[in-house]
């Protein structure tokens, strides 16, 4: 099987490549990638470099993790944040129309005002960044019936920059502040990778929309329960408030439920314990 991998020199596309690279036959395309490495160089965003890309390569799934994901930078550039997460879709679904097209989303579509978000519910964006993969979900579930849209939460495996700020600072003696009023559903990479092999080798999909999440949690709760698997200094973890504290980007919950995908999978989650632990014991 032929998997087209944008963004592959990105943090997604590494632990991509990494985990399910030797599987298929993998080719990474970025806008700053090396050919002499065996990757693609194409920007994304330019609608003639797309074509071109479509007559040098014909995969029968593109894995779509390229974008630009630093909230503030969306914020302050939303031309850009555009072009870089919607155009880059949009060109993709009209350039390979033949080709599976999995799209790497986010719980930012969602408010996060309630948590618990599903495959299903309806999405209301606040941020620019949120916006702009609302609409590139929208734009290629509308251009192309072979779309599929995979929202991921916060990210993680050991060198994830939030366990490596906590990490650091507990084995320092630094104190951490971590918001006991923000709620999400930490992604760990293992549960991504899962769910990822099962969108790109299905031979039918009963659903267009997928969520790789893990269980509802503060960030408080989830620094302290990596300390404790990291067998760290808890009582460094200290509690603060997102309200009081005026944090940008955190919301009171934005969580996301994915009963529907498990169901139409056919896999399961962990608890954030036990994947915090086996990243401390191998790494």
């Known amino acids: 099987m032929k998997v087209l991998l944008t963004g592959s020199t990105g943090y997604v596309g590494k632990l991509v490549c990494a985990g399910l690279g030797s599987r298929w036959d993998m080719v990474g395309v970025s806008a700053h990638a090396d050919e002499a490495q065996g990757l693609f160089r194409c920007d994304l965003a330019d609608a003639e470099q797309v074509k071109l890309l479509s007559q040098r390569v014909t995969p029968d799934v593109i894995i ?17 944040a555009y072009m870089a997460n919607v155009q880059t879709t949009i060109n993709l679904a009209q350039h390979f129309p033949e080709a599976r097209i999995i799209y790497i989303s986010s719980d930012y579509v969602f408010p996060g005002d309630r948590g618990g978000y ?31 849209v995979l929202r991921l939460s916060a990210l993680y495996d050991a060198n994830a920059t939030f366990l490596r700020f906590v990490r650091d600072s507990l084995t320092r003696g630094e104190a951490v502040n971590c918001f006991e009023d923000a709620y999400y559903s930490p992604t760990y990479y293992g549960d991504f990778l899962i769910v990822l092999e099962r969108l790109v080798e299905s031979q039918a999909l009963s659903r267009r929309i997928y969520h790789a999440c893990g ?13 404790r698997a990291a067998n760290l200094e808890q009582s460094l973890v200290h509690q603060a408030s997102r309200v009081t504290e005026q944090a940008s980007f955190l919301f009171a919950d934005i969580s996301l439920e994915n009963t529907l995908t498990c169901e139409s999978l056919d896999v399961s989650v962990g608890r954030h314990q036990e994947y915090l632990s086996f990243l401390e014991m191998n790494s």
């Open 64 to 80: 779509h993790a390229a974008g630009d994901k630093n909230l503030a930078r969306c914020e302050a550039s939303p031309v850009d």
């Open 118 to 148: 599903r495959e299903d519910d309806p999405l209301g964006p606040v941020t620019v960044y949120g916006r702009t993969k609302a609409c590139a979900e929208l734009a290629g579930l509308t251009l192309s019936p072979n779309f599929y």
């Open 215 to 227: 269980q509802r949690i503060s960030r408080y709760f989830f620094a302290k329960t990596f300390a």
